[in-house]
């Protein structure tokens, strides 16, 4: 039933890691590891369809980026960029050309080569009037893409972009013959697509041709469950090996306790959100905003959720983001405070709201919660479920909302807070400036301290509640390695995974 | 002649039992009852209260244990026999209503509207109950009342055709057309003979349709589209504890056993009153007579 | 009977087009775009309209309702609006697990329900007979879903038996496999149904015992039991029948709930999620294919009724119960 949009972000980049080839999962070399294992991978997400610019979804991130098809970049499991199909590039001073240079000898799966005019292509269908990408817009200041010859792109901006790599390590480089990249595939990642079976299975098998280090594994099986339960179950029956991200605590114990599985607690970059409607009264005042964040307990929240897992991070960006830092003491937990800003904000005996509740987990969870704790403070709450699809139409798209509940996946996505249109309607001009001047920074030191300084702000504002940080939990077998641990924008990075007998 | 003695004995066997199975179903019945009367006025703990440390086991403070968040299971359980019963009094209502009307109106009418509707409800109950109901809950949004909505909807259709077939066969007895050549009205007809007669039957389906109606609005709330947390609905509940099952079992055990208690509670009520409505008669446990053994319409 | 089986045959394809109506009908008063499931937050106009005449939702109603009628007569149910895929091919590959699974656990339910049924009727007054009787009482008081449930936690997570759920990815490739994923869904559908349906057998065969003519019978000096299986079977057997094919009917649509359970790739799951996501193409096609399946059944459980009662055979009535 669930159903999750992926929270779009126009990604603001900074270290370029200068790798050769990337690298990201952690160790992987077992005793007896065997290199014609198939890996079975439970999942939660299956892709709608396999194209990225077409609504895919999350599940099509997470089977396809980097292991079927991949990018000029490669965004690590460490939140790193580092050169993918670019070998190598270089910036003008001006900061507004770059030109990029291919790898060589690098074939599609259908055995063509690959070429810039391939590049071209693939970047222009993200770009596209009628693509579906959540990446639009961040490249909305490209002015030209040239293909002055076969291994070679220059691009040509209108106004700076320190996050130009960031943002090609989400574009799919795929062979321009590709007539359907809905139902097929055409990439030159370490994997083809076997089989997808709709509403059961995705497989990839290692393609013996691939231009870099080949996949450690012969084939690997996406299974697909809609239930979490069914998902926990097939791992401890032995069905599957690993579990790309559990979705409620209570299984876990089932695997700690157990030898025969490894639970992995990583970074996510889901962080659990209030978001306020900062147009409308009473929310448009800051003080309301931090009596909010004041009174309620976010440890005892995590804790009835996730128990012993997640992180309280205190604002928007997570751990993984470059300008990550700790801000919980920022209207920290403090009912009396809470009381004290009301009054002085004029609402001595509180005010009553409704929280549009999307209706899957946690969120009904967490809107009970809130309730009882604003109750303490004198705000009454009214929750209003609605589903996943009226999310969109009514909090979305039509801005008709007061208060909602919304988990947003994205890395890097702290720049929702510069766009007064955003569904939230955060408005501080100063935060806007911040933030555009941050992704026109010359260097990554730059861009990190704006941000940071922007995020402080937001954070100071309470310009919405941040609850928690999902944990990224990965279950497997303990015969299985090498699998990625962070999960960072759904990516699941299958090369790396060996399986010993 | 000791063959039809034996024979004999089985069916007065039979019938004793009977109203045996009555006065049981009567008992579960009223435990449900009791208890959501009982929770209207009294909960050991406020259904939202999360104080309670997770997944504990029975205990003297919590009866039935807590779920994932610490609530108290006994609790929801109490809250779940009202959802239970709200849902399976509205959706009878609902297809009593309409059904009666509807299987009355083609018995009364002429050959035309009497064959569209009878084809009308052909189709409407090829859909299964719960097929229907959930393309009603995903038109109109999962809620309580969209349930409660589809599975009377639903059950409307089943009733319609027993009662039109029931009124057929009584429209069609000499001392009815005698009635009416003599003058009686329809509602004449209607009030004095037809209900009456149609009554005790439809009563015992009702009740067979209200448990099937908690067994339908569980497995819509197991599938995601019953009414919304924070009802504690028991199919709602076990959906919930589905993956606690091996850790903490009670939570997975107990809504089930008290979905069996109000269904087969209903059950043998309505065995029962078949029984005295019409000890001649014995109609197959799940209803509507089959029509086709009855000849032409 | 050949004219009853036209006539039957005129009352099936009619049922179907008038199906057929009500599920598109039913469908469009769903809320919500279908072209929503296609956009992520962040969605500019322009990428709205483009999802819209992807799935068409920007034509009129009745410019939709066309392509339907034509798609139906061609037996072509369309494209996918999420996946572009078709789904002629898809509902194809899901029948591969959800027919088996709906006939499995018919003849299993078959198998459990009429012996025991009528030993619960000529056996009422010994204690097995009545302890049949009401095991049958509380299987039909018992969800689906939770005999799932428990069993997946008893056979599948507690004895490490059989798997939890899931399908082989090449089907029945290796039939061993896939039997094996499908024993406990059998298992737990033929639970429930044989309950019910061994109530029905019971009655009927109480029908049957209670009857003059096996009285008569009896008296001029057949054997019990001779005389039940000559006579009695072949009368109960039509009453039994009709039920029969709403169970196998129901079993075949229940599928949605138990799939849920056991998460098979089948029908059933491909419905819930077509809903979920607006797919109408998907719920469109498995919505006429499981009427196509219940009105067939219908008219096998008519015919076959006439076959073995005579005095049927006269009538018309495209009635089923």
């Given amino acids: 039933m669930k159903q999750r949009y992926l929270l779009s972000g126009i990604g603001i980049a900074t270290a370029i890691v200068l790798a050769g080839c990337s690298t990201t999962a952690p160790d992987s070399s077992g005793g007896g590891a065997d290199s014609d294992a198939t890996i079975t991978i439970g999942s939660s997400y299956e892709p709608q369809n396999l194209d990225n610019t077409a609504g895919g979804g999350q599940g099509v991130s997470e089977a396809l980026n980097g292991n079927v098809y991949e990018g000029l970049f490669t965004l690590t499991d460490k939140g790193e960029v580092v050169n993918g199909l670019a070998s190598d590039f270089t910036k003008s001073d001006d900061g507004l050309t770059y030109t990029f240079t291919l790898q060589k000898d690098v074939k599609f799966h259908s055995g063509d080569p690959l070429t810039a005019t391939d590049v071209k292509y693939s970047i222009d269908r993200v770009r596209a009037e009628t693509s579906k990408s959540s990446r639009k817009s961040t490249f909305d200041n490209v002015k030209t893409i040239a293909t002055p010859d076969d291994s070679t792109v220059v691009i040509t901006l209108t106004s700076k972009s320190i996050s130009l790599p960031y943002n090609l390590s989400y574009v799919w480089i795929m062979n321009d013959a590709l007539k359907d990249p809905t139902t097929a595939e055409d990439g030159t990642g370490p994997y083809k697509l076997g089989t997808w079976k709709r509403g059961s299975s995705l497989s990839l098998e290692r393609d013996a041709d691939y231009w870099g280090t080949a996949a450690k594994n012969k084939e690997v099986v996406f299974t697909y469950f809609t239930d979490a339960t069914a998902l926990n179950n097939a791992l401890l029956t032995n069905a599957v090996d690993i579990v790309t991200s559990v979705q409620s605590p209570d299984a876990i114990p089932q695997f700690e306790n157990n030898a025969d599985y490894k639970v992995n607690d990583g970074d996510s970059t889901t962080k659990e959100v209030l978001a306020y409607n900062d147009r409308v009264a009473p929310f448009n005042n800051v003080k309301v905003r931090q009596a909010i964040s004041a009174a309620i307990d976010k440890k005892k929240l995590l804790t009835s959720v996730w128990g012993d897992y997640g992180t309280l991070i205190g604002s928007f960006v997570p751990p993984t983001d470059p300008w990550y830092e700790d801000l919980n003491s920022v209207n920290a937990y403090d009912p009396a405070k809470a009381t004290a800003l009301l009054a002085d904000a004029g609402y001595p005996k509180g005010f009553e709201f409704t929280l549009d509740t999307p209706d899957y987990d946690p969120h009904p969870i967490v809107a009970e919660f809130l309730k009882s704790e604003l109750a303490k403070v004198g705000i009454t709450v009214t929750i209003n479920t609605i589903t996943a699809d009226e999310w969109y139409t009514k909090v979305y798209q039509k801005l008709d909302f007061q208060a909602t509940l919304q988990e947003h996946v994205n890395h890097r996505d702290i720049v929702f807070y510069g766009n007064p249109d955003f569904y939230w309607g955060y408005n501080n001009p100063k935060v806007t400036t911040l933030i555009d001047q941050s992704e026109t920074s010359d260097t990554t030191d730059e861009q990190t301290a704006k941000l940071k300084e922007a995020n402080e702000i937001i954070a100071n504002d309470a310009a919405s509640g941040w609850l928690y940080l999902y944990p990224q939990i990965v279950v497997a077998a303990s015969n299985v390695t090498g699998y990625p641990l962070n999960g960072i924008n759904s990516q699941f990075f299958a090369f790396n995974i060996t399986k010993s007998a | ?297 | 009977m050949t004219i009853y089986i036209l006539r039957r045959l005129v009352v099936l394809v009619v049922s179907l087009v008038l199906a057929s109506i009500v599920i598109f009908a039913l469908l469009r008063l769903l809320p919500g775009d279908p072209a929503n499931a296609l956009l992520g937050v962040g969605a500019t106009d322009a990428q709205i309209s483009a999802a819209r005449a992807q799935v068409g939702s920007d034509q009129s109603i009745w410019q939709q309702f066309g392509i339907f009628l034509r798609q139906l007569v061609t037996f072509d149910f369309g494209r996918s609006f999420i996946s572009n895929l078709p789904i002629g091919p898809e509902i194809t590959a899901r029948l591969v697990v959800t027919l088996p699974l709906t006939l499995l656990s018919f003849v299993l339910a078959v198998i459990i329900a009429v012996p025991l049924g009528i030993i619960a009727a000529t056996k009422s007054s010994r204690w097995y007979g009545a302890t049949i009787s009401a095991a049958s009482q509380l299987g039909i008081a018992i969800p689906v879903f939770w005999v799932g449930i428990l069993l997946i936690s008893w056979l599948a997570l507690s004895a490490h038996l059989l798997p939890s759920g899931g399908f082989p990815r090449d089907d029945w490739k290796d039939p061993a496999a896939a039997l094996r994923s499908l024993t406990l869904p059998v298992l737990t559908i033929a639970i429930v149904m044989s309950a019910s349906l061994l109530r029905y057998v019971r009655s009927a065969t109480l029908d049957v015992l209670g009857s003059d003519y096996l009285r008569t019978f009896r008296s001029l000096g057949g054997s019990f039991s001779g005389t039940l299986v000559r006579h009695g079977l072949r009368n109960g057997a039509v009453p039994v029948i009709a039920i029969l094919g709403i169970e196998l009917a129901t079993t075949f649509l229940g599928a949605v709930v138990v799939e849920s359970v056991f998460t098979l790739p089948g029908l059933g799951s491909m419905l819930v999620l077509g809903i979920s996501q607006h797919d109408y193409p998907a719920v469109q096609g498995v919505l006429f294919v499981s009427t196509l399946f219940v009105l067939l059944v219908g008219f096998g459980a008519d015919i076959a009724q006439r076959l073995v009662d005579p005095r049927l055979r006269d009538t018309v009535s495209g009635n089923r119960p």
């Fill in chain 2, 1 to 297: 002649m000791t063959a039809v003695v034996a024979l004999e004995a089985i069916t007065t066997a039979t019938r004793r039992r009977r109203s045996w199975t009555l006065v049981v179903g009567l008992v579960l019945f009223g435990l449900v009852l009791a208890t959501a009367i009982v929770s209207l006025f009294w909960l050991p703990y406020d259904p939202a209260d999360t104080a309670g440390s997770r997944l504990e086991p029975p205990s003297l403070a919590h009866w039935a244990g807590t779920d994932r968040l610490g609530r108290d299971l006994a609790t929801q359980l109490m809250i779940g026999a009202r959802i239970a019963l709200a849902v399976g009094i509205g959706s009878v209502a609902i297809g009593a209503v309409i059904g009666i009307t509807l299987g009355l109106v083609a018995a009364f009418a002429g050959r035309v509207l009497d064959d569209g509707v009878s084809a009308f409800l052909d189709i409407l109950i090829a859909f299964p109950t719960l097929l229907l109901a959930m393309l009603i809950v995903a038109a109109q949004g999962a809620s309580l009342w969209s349930a409660v909505l589809a599975i009377g909807l639903a059950m409307s259709a089943i009733i319609a055709r027993l009662t039109r077939i029931l009124a057929k066969r009584i429209l069609a007895l000499d001392y009815i057309t005698a009635s009416r050549t003599s003058g009686t009205g329809m509602w004449g007809i209607i009030w004095q003979h037809l209900l009456p007669n149609v009554w005790p039957t439809i009563l015992v389906n009702l009740a067979l349709q209200f448990g099937l109606s908690v067994i339908a609005e569980a497995s819509l709330s197991y599938l995601g589209l019953g009414a919304p947390p924070p009802n504690s609905s028991w199919g709602r509940m076990l959906k919930e504890a589905e993956g606690t099952v091996l850790t903490a079992p009670i939570g997975a055990i107990a809504p089930g056993i008290a979905i069996v208690i109000l269904v087969l509670g209903l059950n043998l009520i309505a065995d029962g009153l078949r029984d005295i409505g019409d000890p001649l008669r014995r109609v197959s446990a799940r209803a509507v007579p089959a029509p086709t053994t009855e000849g032409p319409r």
